[in-house]
């Protein structure tokens, strides 16, 4: 129950161990294809390149970065947490002209002071936020960021890693570019796979540039020769196979789910913990209309051991829970509500082990 990898469904371990067949099989093609149609699904997208990225959620935002910023492309970042720290750097490490608009950790971006930069910035062809902070448990509103963002012109990059599943994303209405998420976190699939998806205006972008993407490995130019629907798929590189089976099967389940329904599921879990744990004394970091229900961060309380908590968790109940990161470090925990880990015996659980380790350790 931390902030990610969630547990993952038995029935995604299970299709883990299918029989490895050839990345090039037909039949392992048109396992890709669904894989793409459940991906628009889940995004809410009919962005024809919607494809999972062979590698973790922190590829998935690079292979943003590196095909969409060229050199000298003014971005603005809106940064309130340690994932939006992240896209800056890629945007710096790109060659891209970096315009950051900070945020106190724990508060949602800041639509206002968003459009405020953008009129007098003119020249900023893209906006790249954080929809779930998972570093702070903060939802910032994309809806509306997305709708600012598009006044100006821009292109919206959008990281989706935590809240793909858990709370409403909406590509298309929300009119997002370029989104990305993982699968560890509320798909409940293992680490290692990021779920893409670029729109037209996005595509545009990546053809017209100058210059060649600065990654091999990310250009998506030539991923798309092996994920497009057409017969002449090429290799590009060996493909997870058994990974995407694992995410193929992670997917149907949501599907069954239905999207909604997964979401309420999450809400409903997340009142239940909340409810409890304001009932012991833990108090909510996060104010309570952009609390994300997929992970729940409270203030240590002044007296604790923090660090003697979360080991009690772990060796006496076989529970972990997430520590703070960078200035939120020993300030607060961040518990994990997420997919198949997202449900009433864990809050339950979760709850009487906290109780216990703190009468314990007090
Ligand atoms: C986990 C996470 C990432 C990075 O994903 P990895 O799979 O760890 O590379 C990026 N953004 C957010 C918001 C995340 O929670």
Request: charged letters at 20%; one cysteine or more; proline letters at 5%.
């Amino acid at each position: 129950m931390g902030p990610g990898p969630s547990d993952v469904n038995p029935r995604v371990l299970s299709a883990l161990g299918r029989p490895t067949i050839g990345h090039l099989d037909p039949q392992f093609f048109m396992l890709m294809d669904e894989v793409k149609s459940l991906l628009q699904y889940a995004f809410k997208t009919k962005n024809d390149l919607t494809i999972p990225i062979s590698a973790p959620g922190s590829a998935g935002m690079e292979a943003c970065f590196v095909n969409l910023v060229e050199p000298g492309d003014k971005v603005v970042v809106c940064s309130n947490g340690v994932f939006g720290g992240r896209m800056a750097e890629n945007v710096r490490r790109v060659g891209g002209q970096l315009i950051l608009l900070e945020e106190e950790w724990g508060k949602p971006v800041n639509p206002e002071k968003l459009d405020a930069l953008l009129s007098k910035n003119p020249d900023v062809s893209i906006v790249a936020f954080v929809h779930a902070e998972t570093s702070t448990g903060v939802r910032s509103d994309a809806e509306h960021l997305c709708r600012i963002a598009k006044n100006y012109d821009c292109l919206v990059i959008l990281d989706c890693v935590t809240s793909l599943g858990g709370i409403e994303v909406s590509l298309d209405e929300w009119k997002v570019d370029a989104a990305y998420s993982g699968s560890q976190k509320c798909l409940s699939c293992v680490p290692g796979l990021s779920p893409l998806s670029f729109s037209d205006a996005a595509l545009k972008k990546l053809k017209n540039r100058k210059s060649p993407v600065n990654s091999w490995f990310l250009d998506l130019n030539l991923i798309t020769d092996y994920w497009s629907g057409s017969e002449k798929r090429s290799y590009h590189h060996t493909a997870p196979v058994n990974s995407i089976y694992g995410l193929h099967e992670a997917l149907i389940i949501l599907k069954e789910e239905g999207l909604e329904r997964s979401w309420d599921r999450h809400r409903q879990n997340h009142v239940l913990l909340r409810d409890h744990l304001e009932g012991i004394g833990l108090r909510f970091i996060v104010d309570e209309p952009y609390r994300l229900p997929q992970l729940n961060a409270v203030s240590i309380p002044d007296s604790v051991d923090e660090q003697a908590i979360r080991k009690s968790l772990l060796n006496d109940f076989d529970l972990e829970i997430g520590a703070g990161l960078g200035s939120l470090a020993g300030k607060i925990w961040r518990i994990g509500l997420m997919g198949y880990a997202s449900n009433n015996g864990n809050v339950l659980y979760c709850v009487n082990a906290l109780k216990e380790a703190l009468s314990k350790n007090s």
